[in-house]
Protein backbone atom coordinates (compact mmCIF):
# COMPACT_ATOMS: atom_id res chain seq x y z
CA UNK A 1 0.00 0.00 0.00
CA UNK A 2 2.48 2.48 -1.36
CA UNK A 3 3.12 4.65 -4.14
CA UNK A 4 5.92 4.08 -6.42
CA UNK A 5 7.73 7.46 -5.06
CA UNK A 6 7.17 6.41 -1.88
CA UNK A 7 9.09 3.13 -2.20
CA UNK A 8 12.58 4.38 -1.75
CA UNK A 9 12.26 5.83 1.54
CA UNK A 10 9.55 3.03 2.61
CA UNK A 11 12.68 0.67 2.01
CA UNK A 12 14.76 2.36 3.66
CA UNK A 13 12.88 3.46 6.50
CA UNK A 14 12.43 -0.86 6.97
CA UNK A 15 15.86 -0.87 7.10
CA UNK A 16 16.22 1.67 9.99
CA UNK A 17 13.92 -0.33 12.03
CA UNK A 18 15.22 -3.08 11.85
CA UNK A 19 18.80 -1.53 12.76
CA UNK A 20 16.12 -0.10 16.04
CA UNK A 21 15.50 -3.49 16.83
CA UNK A 22 18.27 -5.16 17.17
CA UNK A 23 19.75 -2.29 18.80
CA UNK A 24 16.97 -2.13 21.53
CA UNK A 25 17.32 -6.28 21.96
CA UNK A 26 20.98 -5.83 22.23
CA UNK A 27 20.50 -3.02 25.00
CA UNK A 28 22.22 -0.79 22.91
CA UNK A 29 22.28 2.73 21.67
CA UNK A 30 21.69 3.31 17.91
CA UNK A 31 24.80 3.18 15.72
CA UNK A 32 26.14 5.80 14.08
CA UNK A 33 25.35 4.06 10.88
CA UNK A 34 21.85 4.34 11.59
CA UNK A 35 21.58 8.17 13.04
CA UNK A 36 23.18 8.73 9.06
CA UNK A 37 20.54 6.43 7.76
CA UNK A 38 17.68 8.32 9.86
CA UNK A 39 18.67 11.83 8.64
CA UNK A 40 19.04 10.17 4.81
CA UNK A 41 15.45 9.24 5.65
CA UNK A 42 14.86 12.86 5.68
CA UNK A 43 16.62 14.12 3.31
CA UNK A 44 15.36 11.70 1.11
CA UNK A 45 11.72 12.16 1.79
CA UNK A 46 12.50 16.29 1.71
CA UNK A 47 13.82 15.76 -2.11
CA UNK A 48 11.25 13.49 -3.14
CA UNK A 49 8.31 15.74 -1.96
CA UNK A 50 9.74 19.33 -2.89
CA UNK A 51 9.73 18.18 -6.42
CA UNK A 52 6.47 16.50 -6.70
CA UNK A 53 4.65 16.69 -10.14
CA UNK A 54 1.07 17.44 -10.17
CA UNK A 55 0.06 13.64 -10.88
CA UNK A 56 2.08 12.55 -8.00
CA UNK A 57 0.04 15.22 -5.73
CA UNK A 58 -3.22 13.59 -7.27
CA UNK A 59 -1.52 10.31 -6.09
CA UNK A 60 -1.37 10.93 -2.35
CA UNK A 61 -4.78 12.66 -2.71
CA UNK A 62 -5.96 9.51 -3.34
CA UNK A 63 -3.28 7.25 -1.21
CA UNK A 64 -5.14 4.05 0.52
CA UNK A 65 -3.54 5.42 3.78
CA UNK A 66 -5.05 8.60 3.23
CA UNK A 67 -7.00 10.08 6.17
CA UNK A 68 -10.75 10.65 5.47
CA UNK A 69 -13.46 12.74 7.19
CA UNK A 70 -14.46 10.21 9.86
CA UNK A 71 -10.71 9.98 10.60
CA UNK A 72 -10.39 13.85 10.73
CA UNK A 73 -13.45 14.45 12.43
CA UNK A 74 -11.96 11.36 15.47
CA UNK A 75 -9.04 13.35 15.60
CA UNK A 76 -10.18 17.00 16.32
CA UNK A 77 -14.12 16.72 17.76
CA UNK A 78 -14.68 15.78 21.60
CA UNK A 79 -18.44 14.95 20.51
CA UNK A 80 -19.88 14.05 17.41
CA UNK A 81 -23.27 13.23 16.36
CA UNK A 82 -24.01 12.23 13.08
CA UNK A 83 -27.13 12.65 11.82
CA UNK A 84 -29.05 11.01 8.74
CA UNK A 85 -30.93 11.26 6.12
CA UNK A 86 -31.92 13.48 3.51
CA UNK A 87 -35.98 13.47 4.38
CA UNK A 88 -36.75 12.20 1.02
CA UNK A 89 -36.16 8.94 -0.12
CA UNK A 90 -32.46 7.52 1.45
CA UNK A 91 -29.72 8.07 3.58
CA UNK A 92 -26.55 8.69 0.76
CA UNK A 93 -23.68 6.66 3.15
CA UNK A 94 -20.89 8.34 0.42
CA UNK A 95 -22.05 11.94 2.46
CA UNK A 96 -21.62 12.43 5.95
CA UNK A 97 -22.46 14.59 8.57
CA UNK A 98 -23.25 15.84 11.89
CA UNK A 99 -22.47 18.11 15.09
CA UNK A 100 -19.26 18.32 16.47
CA UNK A 101 -17.67 19.46 19.20
CA UNK A 102 -14.10 20.87 18.76
CA UNK A 103 -12.69 22.97 21.56
CA UNK A 104 -15.51 23.50 23.49
CA UNK A 105 -17.65 24.87 20.11
CA UNK A 106 -19.98 23.59 18.61
CA UNK A 107 -19.72 22.83 14.86
CA UNK A 108 -21.58 21.42 12.19
CA UNK A 109 -19.83 19.07 9.70
CA UNK A 110 -20.05 17.54 6.36
CA UNK A 111 -17.92 16.14 3.94
CA UNK A 112 -18.02 12.64 1.53
CA UNK A 113 -16.71 9.74 3.16
CA UNK A 114 -14.54 6.98 1.45
CA UNK A 115 -14.08 3.07 2.50
CA UNK A 116 -10.90 1.62 3.76
CA UNK A 117 -11.14 -1.95 2.70
CA UNK A 118 -13.24 -3.72 -0.20
CA UNK A 119 -16.43 -3.95 1.97
CA UNK A 120 -16.25 -0.60 3.09
CA UNK A 121 -15.50 1.26 0.04
CA UNK A 122 -18.63 -0.17 -1.69
CA UNK A 123 -20.67 0.50 1.27
CA UNK A 124 -19.41 4.36 0.92
CA UNK A 125 -19.94 4.06 -3.00
CA UNK A 126 -15.84 5.35 -3.06
CA UNK A 127 -16.71 8.64 -2.10
CA UNK A 128 -19.36 9.51 -4.49
CA UNK A 129 -22.97 10.64 -3.65
CA UNK A 130 -26.34 10.27 -5.40
CA UNK A 131 -28.46 13.48 -5.38
CA UNK A 132 -29.48 11.96 -1.65
CA UNK A 133 -26.44 12.98 -0.39
CA UNK A 134 -26.17 16.28 -1.67
CA UNK A 135 -29.89 17.04 0.01
CA UNK A 136 -28.67 15.01 3.32
CA UNK A 137 -25.95 17.65 3.11
CA UNK A 138 -28.12 20.81 2.76
CA UNK A 139 -30.78 19.35 5.29
CA UNK A 140 -27.56 19.71 7.93
CA UNK A 141 -26.89 22.64 6.60
CA UNK A 142 -29.85 23.84 6.95
CA UNK A 143 -29.85 22.63 10.83
CA UNK A 144 -26.90 24.59 11.61
CA UNK A 145 -28.36 27.40 10.10
CA UNK A 146 -31.55 26.92 12.08
CA UNK A 147 -29.36 26.89 15.54
CA UNK A 148 -26.84 29.30 14.40
CA UNK A 149 -23.79 26.95 13.94
CA UNK A 150 -20.99 27.42 11.85
CA UNK A 151 -20.36 24.88 8.84
CA UNK A 152 -16.90 23.02 8.49
CA UNK A 153 -17.29 21.12 4.72
CA UNK A 154 -14.51 18.20 3.98
CA UNK A 155 -14.07 17.70 0.46
CA UNK A 156 -13.08 14.24 -1.05
CA UNK A 157 -14.66 13.00 -3.52
CA UNK A 158 -13.84 10.88 -6.84
CA UNK A 159 -17.22 12.85 -8.66
CA UNK A 160 -20.75 12.69 -7.90
CA UNK A 161 -22.03 9.08 -8.85
CA UNK A 162 -22.82 9.22 -12.67
CA UNK A 163 -25.52 6.49 -12.19
CA UNK A 164 -29.24 5.57 -13.99
CA UNK A 165 -30.78 6.25 -10.59
CA UNK A 166 -28.67 9.42 -10.08
CA UNK A 167 -30.05 10.96 -12.55
CA UNK A 168 -33.93 9.70 -12.37
CA UNK A 169 -33.32 11.54 -8.93
CA UNK A 170 -31.78 14.62 -10.26
CA UNK A 171 -28.46 14.73 -10.02
CA UNK A 172 -27.74 18.04 -11.84
CA UNK A 173 -30.64 19.74 -9.70
CA UNK A 174 -29.20 18.48 -6.46
CA UNK A 175 -25.83 20.00 -7.06
CA UNK A 176 -27.10 23.38 -8.14
CA UNK A 177 -29.39 23.58 -5.41
CA UNK A 178 -26.69 23.25 -2.72
CA UNK A 179 -24.50 25.56 -5.00
CA UNK A 180 -27.13 28.35 -4.88
CA UNK A 181 -28.38 27.47 -1.27
CA UNK A 182 -24.77 27.74 0.10
CA UNK A 183 -24.35 31.28 -0.68
CA UNK A 184 -27.47 32.12 1.15
CA UNK A 185 -26.72 30.18 4.07
CA UNK A 186 -26.25 33.02 6.93
CA UNK A 187 -23.77 31.23 8.89
CA UNK A 188 -20.22 30.83 8.38
CA UNK A 189 -19.06 28.51 6.14
CA UNK A 190 -15.92 27.15 5.72
CA UNK A 191 -14.74 24.57 2.88
CA UNK A 192 -11.72 22.44 2.55
CA UNK A 193 -10.55 19.80 0.34
CA UNK A 194 -9.06 17.05 2.01
CA UNK A 195 -8.47 14.59 -0.58
CA UNK A 196 -10.16 14.66 -4.00
CA UNK A 197 -11.94 17.92 -5.14
CA UNK A 198 -13.74 16.26 -8.19
CA UNK A 199 -15.67 18.85 -10.28
CA UNK A 200 -19.45 19.54 -9.58
CA UNK A 201 -19.23 16.57 -6.94
CA UNK A 202 -17.08 18.39 -4.65
CA UNK A 203 -18.20 22.01 -5.51
CA UNK A 204 -21.88 20.59 -4.67
CA UNK A 205 -20.34 21.09 -0.99
CA UNK A 206 -17.89 23.78 -1.53
CA UNK A 207 -19.39 26.91 -1.66
CA UNK A 208 -18.11 28.82 1.36
CA UNK A 209 -16.81 32.28 2.70
CA UNK A 210 -13.29 30.62 2.35
CA UNK A 211 -12.07 27.81 0.58
CA UNK A 212 -9.11 26.04 1.66
CA UNK A 213 -6.67 23.20 0.39
CA UNK A 214 -4.39 20.59 2.31
CA UNK A 215 -0.86 20.35 0.80
CA UNK A 216 -1.88 16.91 -1.25
CA UNK A 217 -4.82 17.75 -2.96
CA UNK A 218 -6.19 18.70 -5.86
CA UNK A 219 -9.58 20.39 -7.19
CA UNK A 220 -10.45 20.63 -10.77
CA UNK A 221 -13.15 20.50 -13.23
CA UNK A 222 -12.39 16.84 -14.23
CA UNK A 223 -9.88 14.11 -12.89
CA UNK A 224 -6.60 14.32 -14.82
CA UNK A 225 -7.63 10.67 -16.37
CA UNK A 226 -11.16 11.61 -17.62
CA UNK A 227 -9.46 14.62 -19.04
CA UNK A 228 -7.07 12.38 -20.78
CA UNK A 229 -9.42 10.16 -22.54
CA UNK A 230 -11.87 12.54 -23.51
CA UNK A 231 -8.91 15.64 -25.14
CA UNK A 232 -6.62 12.86 -26.22
CA UNK A 233 -8.75 10.24 -26.72
CA UNK A 234 -6.62 7.77 -24.80
CA UNK A 235 -6.33 6.87 -20.80
CA UNK A 236 -2.39 7.12 -21.39
CA UNK A 237 -1.75 10.69 -21.05
CA UNK A 238 -3.29 11.65 -17.28
CA UNK A 239 0.52 12.77 -16.20
CA UNK A 240 0.08 15.46 -19.11
CA UNK A 241 -3.56 16.43 -18.14
CA UNK A 242 -2.90 16.44 -14.57
CA UNK A 243 0.15 19.66 -15.76
CA UNK A 244 -2.28 20.74 -18.26
CA UNK A 245 -5.42 21.36 -15.67
CA UNK A 246 -3.16 22.84 -13.05
CA UNK A 247 -5.17 21.76 -10.46
CA UNK A 248 -2.74 21.24 -7.08
CA UNK A 249 -3.60 23.54 -4.32
CA UNK A 250 -0.33 25.96 -5.07
CA UNK A 251 -1.71 26.34 -8.68
CA UNK A 252 -4.96 27.13 -7.32
CA UNK A 253 -3.47 29.67 -4.64
CA UNK A 254 -1.32 31.50 -7.44
CA UNK A 255 -5.20 32.06 -9.34
CA UNK A 256 -6.27 32.56 -6.20
CA UNK A 257 -9.34 30.37 -6.34
CA UNK A 258 -8.95 29.48 -2.94
CA UNK A 259 -7.63 31.17 0.33
CA UNK A 260 -5.09 29.14 1.44
CA UNK A 261 -3.16 25.91 1.85
CA UNK A 262 -3.47 23.73 5.09
CA UNK A 263 0.18 22.40 5.60
CA UNK A 264 0.61 18.21 5.61
CA UNK A 265 3.78 16.74 7.67
CA UNK A 266 6.30 15.27 5.27
CA UNK A 267 5.42 12.44 3.47
CA UNK A 268 1.75 13.34 2.95
CA UNK A 269 -1.56 13.18 5.81
CA UNK A 270 -0.93 9.45 5.99
CA UNK A 271 2.72 9.68 7.99
CA UNK A 272 1.38 11.74 10.70
CA UNK A 273 -2.31 12.13 11.21
CA UNK A 274 -1.89 13.98 14.32
CA UNK A 275 -0.16 16.58 12.88
CA UNK A 276 -2.66 16.69 9.95
CA UNK A 277 -5.62 17.06 11.91
CA UNK A 278 -4.18 19.39 14.14
CA UNK A 279 -3.27 21.73 11.32
CA UNK A 280 -6.99 21.08 10.20
CA UNK A 281 -8.71 22.14 13.49
CA UNK A 282 -6.34 25.47 13.85
CA UNK A 283 -7.58 27.04 10.37
CA UNK A 284 -11.02 25.46 11.34
CA UNK A 285 -11.11 27.68 14.67
CA UNK A 286 -8.88 30.51 13.39
CA UNK A 287 -11.57 30.83 10.73
CA UNK A 288 -14.88 30.67 12.11
CA UNK A 289 -13.36 33.24 15.06
CA UNK A 290 -12.79 35.77 12.15
CA UNK A 291 -16.16 34.78 10.19
CA UNK A 292 -18.37 35.49 13.12
CA UNK A 293 -16.88 38.54 13.60
CA UNK A 294 -18.65 39.93 10.22
CA UNK A 295 -22.15 41.03 9.96
CA UNK A 296 -24.10 37.78 8.00
CA UNK A 297 -25.35 40.10 5.95
CA UNK A 298 -22.12 40.98 4.71
CA UNK A 299 -20.52 37.96 4.91
CA UNK A 300 -23.56 36.81 2.34
CA UNK A 301 -22.58 39.59 -0.30
CA UNK A 302 -18.76 38.92 0.39
CA UNK A 303 -19.20 35.28 -0.47
CA UNK A 304 -21.35 35.87 -3.29
CA UNK A 305 -18.44 38.11 -4.71
CA UNK A 306 -15.91 36.10 -4.37
CA UNK A 307 -16.82 33.81 -6.34
CA UNK A 308 -17.81 36.38 -8.69
CA UNK A 309 -14.47 37.48 -9.10
CA UNK A 310 -13.34 33.63 -10.24
CA UNK A 311 -12.48 33.85 -14.04
CA UNK A 312 -10.26 35.66 -16.66
CA UNK A 313 -11.70 36.97 -19.79
CA UNK A 314 -10.96 39.84 -21.80
CA UNK A 315 -12.46 42.48 -24.28
CA UNK A 316 -11.19 41.96 -27.95
CA UNK B 1 -30.25 -7.04 -74.52
CA UNK B 2 -28.27 -4.57 -76.61
CA UNK B 3 -30.00 -1.57 -75.14
CA UNK B 4 -28.69 -2.15 -71.89
CA UNK B 5 -24.80 -2.31 -72.87
CA UNK B 6 -22.86 0.20 -71.52
CA UNK B 7 -21.95 2.01 -74.84
CA UNK B 8 -19.08 4.36 -73.27
CA UNK B 9 -16.84 3.14 -70.68
CA UNK B 10 -17.09 5.54 -67.75
CA UNK B 11 -19.62 8.47 -66.81
CA UNK B 12 -17.50 11.12 -68.00
CA UNK B 13 -19.54 14.86 -67.43
CA UNK B 14 -17.02 17.22 -66.55
CA UNK B 15 -17.25 17.99 -62.82
CA UNK B 16 -17.58 21.87 -63.44
CA UNK B 17 -21.23 20.76 -65.27
CA UNK B 18 -22.50 18.71 -62.39
CA UNK B 19 -25.48 19.86 -61.64
CA UNK B 20 -25.60 19.97 -57.64
CA UNK B 21 -27.86 21.33 -55.16
CA UNK B 22 -26.84 23.92 -53.95
CA UNK B 23 -25.37 23.32 -50.39
CA UNK B 24 -27.84 23.52 -47.59
CA UNK B 25 -31.01 23.79 -49.46
CA UNK B 26 -32.78 20.68 -47.98
CA UNK B 27 -32.60 19.64 -44.26
CA UNK B 28 -32.54 15.52 -43.20
CA UNK B 29 -34.37 15.02 -40.06
CA UNK B 30 -32.51 11.92 -37.95
CA UNK B 31 -36.45 10.35 -38.53
CA UNK B 32 -35.61 10.85 -42.07
CA UNK B 33 -38.21 13.35 -43.30
CA UNK B 34 -36.44 15.83 -45.42
CA UNK B 35 -37.67 19.61 -45.80
CA UNK B 36 -36.77 22.29 -47.62
CA UNK B 37 -34.51 24.84 -45.62
CA UNK B 38 -36.84 27.85 -46.26
CA UNK B 39 -39.74 26.02 -44.52
CA UNK B 40 -37.77 24.86 -41.66
CA UNK B 41 -36.92 28.66 -41.32
CA UNK B 42 -40.15 29.34 -41.55
CA UNK B 43 -41.72 26.91 -39.16
CA UNK B 44 -39.01 28.19 -36.05
CA UNK B 45 -36.63 25.23 -37.40
CA UNK B 46 -38.41 22.21 -36.28
CA UNK B 47 -39.65 19.83 -39.04
CA UNK B 48 -43.35 19.61 -39.25
CA UNK B 49 -43.27 16.02 -40.57
CA UNK B 50 -42.06 14.27 -37.59
CA UNK B 51 -41.99 17.53 -35.02
CA UNK B 52 -38.13 17.24 -34.63
CA UNK B 53 -36.23 20.40 -33.03
CA UNK B 54 -33.22 21.01 -35.39
CA UNK B 55 -30.38 22.45 -32.84
CA UNK B 56 -29.87 26.17 -33.48
CA UNK B 57 -27.93 29.07 -31.93
CA UNK B 58 -28.54 32.11 -30.43
CA UNK B 59 -29.31 34.11 -33.54
CA UNK B 60 -31.82 32.16 -34.45
CA UNK B 61 -33.79 31.89 -31.07
CA UNK B 62 -33.04 35.99 -30.66
CA UNK B 63 -35.16 36.30 -34.08
CA UNK B 64 -37.52 33.88 -33.31
CA UNK B 65 -37.92 35.39 -29.45
CA UNK B 66 -37.35 39.14 -29.70
CA UNK B 67 -40.37 41.04 -31.35
CA UNK B 68 -39.20 42.77 -34.48
CA UNK B 69 -36.22 40.59 -34.14
CA UNK B 70 -34.73 43.82 -32.37
CA UNK B 71 -32.75 43.25 -29.07
CA UNK B 72 -29.61 45.39 -27.79
CA UNK B 73 -26.37 43.22 -27.81
CA UNK B 74 -24.57 43.20 -23.58
CA UNK B 75 -20.44 42.57 -23.10
CA UNK B 76 -20.44 41.36 -26.89
CA UNK B 77 -16.58 42.02 -26.84
CA UNK B 78 -15.81 39.68 -24.12
CA UNK B 79 -13.50 37.16 -25.01
CA UNK B 80 -11.67 33.98 -23.22
CA UNK B 81 -7.91 35.07 -22.31
CA UNK B 82 -6.57 31.04 -21.69
CA UNK B 83 -5.38 32.04 -18.59
CA UNK B 84 -3.95 28.04 -18.19
CA UNK B 85 -2.07 27.90 -21.24
CA UNK B 86 -3.85 25.32 -22.26
CA UNK B 87 -2.61 22.33 -24.66
CA UNK B 88 -3.61 18.93 -24.89
CA UNK B 89 -3.49 17.38 -28.34
CA UNK B 90 -4.32 20.98 -29.93
CA UNK B 91 -3.80 24.55 -27.57
CA UNK B 92 -6.72 26.11 -26.18
CA UNK B 93 -6.02 29.60 -27.97
CA UNK B 94 -5.88 27.74 -31.26
CA UNK B 95 -9.42 26.23 -30.49
CA UNK B 96 -10.73 29.72 -29.67
CA UNK B 97 -9.06 31.32 -32.77
CA UNK B 98 -10.80 28.65 -35.05
CA UNK B 99 -14.42 28.42 -33.03
CA UNK B 100 -14.21 31.86 -33.64
CA UNK B 101 -13.43 31.80 -37.08
CA UNK B 102 -16.01 29.50 -38.23
CA UNK B 103 -19.03 30.32 -36.14
CA UNK B 104 -18.37 33.87 -36.57
CA UNK B 105 -19.42 34.24 -32.75
CA UNK B 106 -16.93 35.20 -29.63
CA UNK B 107 -17.91 32.58 -27.27
CA UNK B 108 -20.40 30.48 -26.77
CA UNK B 109 -22.89 32.44 -25.12
CA UNK B 110 -24.81 35.80 -26.45
CA UNK B 111 -27.07 38.08 -24.18
CA UNK B 112 -29.99 40.22 -25.77
CA UNK B 113 -31.91 42.34 -24.22
CA UNK B 114 -35.50 43.08 -25.54
CA UNK B 115 -39.49 42.55 -25.93
CA UNK B 116 -40.91 39.37 -25.88
CA UNK B 117 -44.70 40.51 -27.35
CA UNK B 118 -44.20 43.75 -25.69
CA UNK B 119 -42.61 42.50 -22.11
CA UNK B 120 -39.22 43.31 -20.97
CA UNK B 121 -36.68 40.54 -20.57
CA UNK B 122 -33.04 39.89 -20.83
CA UNK B 123 -32.22 36.35 -22.45
CA UNK B 124 -28.72 34.81 -22.45
CA UNK B 125 -28.06 31.84 -25.45
CA UNK B 126 -25.72 29.67 -25.36
CA UNK B 127 -24.09 28.34 -28.73
CA UNK B 128 -23.62 24.84 -28.74
CA UNK B 129 -21.17 25.81 -32.13
CA UNK B 130 -18.75 27.03 -30.16
CA UNK B 131 -16.63 24.38 -28.51
CA UNK B 132 -19.85 22.29 -27.21
CA UNK B 133 -21.43 25.36 -25.85
CA UNK B 134 -19.18 24.46 -23.03
CA UNK B 135 -18.85 26.83 -20.06
CA UNK B 136 -15.41 28.68 -19.41
CA UNK B 137 -15.05 32.48 -17.77
CA UNK B 138 -16.57 34.14 -20.81
CA UNK B 139 -19.72 31.67 -20.10
CA UNK B 140 -20.12 32.54 -16.54
CA UNK B 141 -18.94 36.16 -16.97
CA UNK B 142 -21.77 37.14 -19.47
CA UNK B 143 -24.70 35.32 -17.32
CA UNK B 144 -23.03 37.10 -13.98
CA UNK B 145 -23.87 40.52 -16.18
CA UNK B 146 -26.91 39.76 -17.64
CA UNK B 147 -28.15 38.79 -13.74
CA UNK B 148 -26.63 42.16 -12.97
CA UNK B 149 -28.35 43.58 -16.01
CA UNK B 150 -31.68 42.11 -14.81
CA UNK B 151 -31.22 43.48 -10.93
CA UNK B 152 -30.15 46.69 -11.66
CA UNK B 153 -33.17 47.03 -14.26
CA UNK B 154 -35.91 44.83 -12.83
CA UNK B 155 -35.94 42.54 -15.83
CA UNK B 156 -37.16 39.26 -15.77
CA UNK B 157 -34.25 36.82 -17.45
CA UNK B 158 -34.38 33.70 -19.83
CA UNK B 159 -31.07 31.91 -20.25
CA UNK B 160 -31.38 28.98 -22.89
CA UNK B 161 -28.51 26.26 -22.39
CA UNK B 162 -27.56 24.16 -25.11
CA UNK B 163 -23.99 22.73 -23.37
CA UNK B 164 -21.97 19.84 -23.36
CA UNK B 165 -21.06 21.20 -19.56
CA UNK B 166 -17.66 23.15 -18.34
CA UNK B 167 -15.04 23.46 -20.13
CA UNK B 168 -11.88 21.73 -19.41
CA UNK B 169 -9.46 23.78 -21.02
CA UNK B 170 -10.08 26.49 -18.34
CA UNK B 171 -10.08 23.60 -15.19
CA UNK B 172 -10.46 24.96 -11.97
CA UNK B 173 -11.72 28.54 -13.52
CA UNK B 174 -14.67 26.68 -15.02
CA UNK B 175 -16.17 24.71 -12.30
CA UNK B 176 -16.03 28.33 -10.34
CA UNK B 177 -18.43 29.79 -12.86
CA UNK B 178 -21.45 27.50 -11.58
CA UNK B 179 -20.57 28.94 -8.11
CA UNK B 180 -20.78 32.45 -9.80
CA UNK B 181 -24.10 31.73 -11.78
CA UNK B 182 -25.74 29.85 -9.30
CA UNK B 183 -24.91 32.40 -6.11
CA UNK B 184 -25.52 35.36 -8.33
CA UNK B 185 -28.53 33.45 -9.16
CA UNK B 186 -29.79 33.76 -5.92
CA UNK B 187 -29.33 37.11 -5.58
CA UNK B 188 -31.55 37.75 -8.67
CA UNK B 189 -34.21 35.14 -6.60
CA UNK B 190 -34.32 37.09 -3.22
CA UNK B 191 -35.16 40.55 -5.25
CA UNK B 192 -38.33 38.08 -7.08
CA UNK B 193 -37.46 38.55 -10.33
CA UNK B 194 -38.77 35.87 -12.28
CA UNK B 195 -35.74 33.70 -14.03
CA UNK B 196 -36.88 31.18 -16.77
CA UNK B 197 -34.43 28.31 -17.73
CA UNK B 198 -35.03 26.51 -21.01
CA UNK B 199 -33.05 23.77 -21.76
CA UNK B 200 -32.11 22.81 -24.95
CA UNK B 201 -30.66 19.63 -27.00
CA UNK B 202 -28.17 19.12 -25.25
CA UNK B 203 -27.96 20.41 -21.78
CA UNK B 204 -25.11 18.33 -19.81
CA UNK B 205 -22.50 18.61 -16.96
CA UNK B 206 -21.94 21.48 -14.94
CA UNK B 207 -24.83 23.72 -16.81
CA UNK B 208 -27.42 21.59 -15.71
CA UNK B 209 -25.52 21.24 -12.30
CA UNK B 210 -25.87 25.03 -12.21
CA UNK B 211 -27.78 27.68 -13.57
CA UNK B 212 -29.96 25.51 -15.79
CA UNK B 213 -31.56 23.97 -12.97
CA UNK B 214 -31.99 26.64 -10.86
CA UNK B 215 -34.89 28.41 -12.68
CA UNK B 216 -37.96 29.43 -10.81
CA UNK B 217 -39.45 27.78 -14.14
CA UNK B 218 -37.54 25.03 -15.76
CA UNK B 219 -38.62 24.43 -18.87
CA UNK B 220 -37.42 22.23 -21.70
CA UNK B 221 -37.72 21.48 -25.83
CA UNK B 222 -39.39 18.48 -26.71
CA UNK B 223 -36.70 15.55 -26.97
CA UNK B 224 -33.55 17.39 -25.62
CA UNK B 225 -30.93 15.37 -23.70
CA UNK B 226 -30.96 16.80 -20.56
CA UNK B 227 -28.69 15.08 -17.38
CA UNK B 228 -25.63 15.45 -15.14
CA UNK B 229 -23.01 12.67 -16.52
CA UNK B 230 -23.13 12.18 -20.09
CA UNK B 231 -25.19 8.90 -21.43
CA UNK B 232 -21.79 7.38 -22.64
CA UNK B 233 -20.68 7.73 -19.05
CA UNK B 234 -23.61 6.17 -17.16
CA UNK B 235 -23.63 2.86 -19.66
CA UNK B 236 -19.77 2.43 -18.74
CA UNK B 237 -20.60 2.94 -14.74
CA UNK B 238 -23.31 0.47 -14.91
CA UNK B 239 -22.43 -1.44 -17.56
CA UNK B 240 -25.25 -2.14 -19.31
CA UNK B 241 -27.57 -0.15 -22.04
CA UNK B 242 -29.90 2.72 -20.85
CA UNK B 243 -33.43 2.35 -20.93
CA UNK B 244 -35.15 3.87 -24.22
CA UNK B 245 -36.19 7.59 -23.54
CA UNK B 246 -33.44 8.08 -20.82
CA UNK B 247 -32.05 11.19 -20.22
CA UNK B 248 -34.78 13.02 -22.38
CA UNK B 249 -36.82 16.03 -21.81
CA UNK B 250 -39.89 13.07 -21.46
CA UNK B 251 -37.94 11.67 -18.99
CA UNK B 252 -36.88 14.47 -16.85
CA UNK B 253 -40.45 15.88 -16.78
CA UNK B 254 -41.95 12.48 -15.67
CA UNK B 255 -39.19 12.43 -13.03
CA UNK B 256 -40.55 16.01 -11.85
CA UNK B 257 -37.56 18.59 -12.75
CA UNK B 258 -38.96 19.93 -15.40
CA UNK B 259 -42.32 22.59 -14.86
CA UNK B 260 -43.54 21.94 -18.60
CA UNK B 261 -42.15 20.82 -22.55
CA UNK B 262 -42.52 23.56 -25.24
CA UNK B 263 -42.44 23.05 -28.94
CA UNK B 264 -40.25 25.61 -30.18
CA UNK B 265 -43.50 27.16 -32.48
CA UNK B 266 -44.93 28.18 -28.90
CA UNK B 267 -41.93 29.35 -27.07
CA UNK B 268 -42.84 32.97 -27.59
CA UNK B 269 -46.26 33.16 -26.27
CA UNK B 270 -45.48 30.97 -24.00
CA UNK B 271 -42.89 32.98 -22.30
CA UNK B 272 -45.32 36.17 -22.89
CA UNK B 273 -48.50 34.29 -20.78
CA UNK B 274 -45.92 33.55 -18.08
CA UNK B 275 -44.52 37.08 -18.00
CA UNK B 276 -47.93 38.19 -18.23
CA UNK B 277 -49.80 36.25 -15.41
CA UNK B 278 -46.35 36.53 -12.77
CA UNK B 279 -47.30 40.53 -13.74
CA UNK B 280 -51.06 41.12 -13.58
Known sequence: MSLDFEKPIIDLETRLMQMKEIASKKGKNLSKEALLLEEKIINLKKEVFEN????????????????????????????????????????????????????????????QQKGRNTKDRQFRNFGMSNPDGYR???????????????????????????????????????????????????????????GEGASGGALGIGLGDKVFMMEYTWYSVISPESCSSILWRSWDYK?????????????????????????EPLGGAHNDVDFAANKLKKVILSEIEKLEKIDPEKRILDRVEKFSLMGVTKND | MNWFKRKKKNINTPSTQKKELPDGMWYKTPGGSIIHI???KNNSYVC?????????????????????????????????SDPLKFVDTKSYKGRVDKSQKDTGLKDAIKTGV????????????MDFSFIGGSMGSVVGEKISRAIDYSLKNKIPLMIISKS????????????????????????????????ISLMTDPTTGGVSA???????????????????????????????????????????????????????????????????????
Open chain 2, 210 to 280: SFAMLGDFNIAEPGALIGFAGPRVIKETIGSNLPKGFQRSEFVFEHGFLDFIVDRRDLKTKISKLLKLLKN
Open chain 1, 52 to 111: LTRWQKVQLSRHPKRPYFLDYIYKISTEFIEIHGDRVARDDKAMVGGIAEIDGKSIVLIG
Open chain 2, 38 to 40: REL
Open chain 2, 48 to 80: PEDDYHVRIGSKEYFEILFDNKSFEELDKDLSS
Open chain 2, 114 to 125: GKINNYDIVISC
Open chain 1, 136 to 194: KALRIMKIAEKFNKPIVTLIDTPGAYPGLEAEERGQAEAIARNIQEMSMLKVPVICIVI
Open chain 1, 239 to 263: EQAAEALQLTANDLKKMNLIDGIIK
Open chain 2, 164 to 195: GGARMMESTYSLMQMAKTSSKLALLSREKIPY
